[in-house]
């Protein structure tokens, strides 16, 4: 079975930088989307960044110009570079992709378990 493992979350502070990480054990067949989704403390689940196998990118509006989104394609690895951190950023951040031809969050199958990003002055 295909998996995905994040790694590189943990504390920063406001104005900081984190670099998350993405590892996928294997090729995923006809791969159409892979991004990062977000759930804070008492909140819904939302995108965070996404990125299609035509390599154009959405980003949720709050984190435009801050954050980015990249790959390793050798690799199997995908990223989320955080910068300018802030604290309405803390959440569990989770890694997911899909095959379905969308990159609604509904449509993507596979997904990690989370990496915890804190951010505190």
């Known amino acids: 079975q295909v998996q995905l493992v994040e790694s590189g979350g943990g504390s920063a502070q406001p104005g900081g930088s984190l670099r998350l990480t993405c590892a996928v054990s294997?090729?995923?067949?006809?791969?159409?989307?892979m991004g990062w989704f977000r759930q804070g403390p008492g909140k819904e689940r939302e995108k965070v960044a996404t990125?299609?196998?035509?390599?154009?990118?959405t980003f949720e509006d709050s984190v435009k110009g801050r954050f980015a989104i990249l790959q390793d394609t050798d690799k199997n690895l995908l990223y989320l570079q955080m910068n300018s951190l802030k604290y309405e950023d803390r959440a569990m951040y989770y890694c997911?992709?899909?095959?379905?031809?969308?990159?609604?969050?509904?449509?993507?199958?596979?997904w990690g378990q989370g990496t915890q990003v804190t951010v505190s002055s």
């Open positions: 294997q090729r995923i067949y006809g791969v159409y989307c």
């Open positions: 990125i299609d196998s035509r390599g154009s990118r």
């Open positions: 997911a992709a899909g095959t379905g031809g969308t990159c609604r969050e509904v449509g993507l199958s596979y």
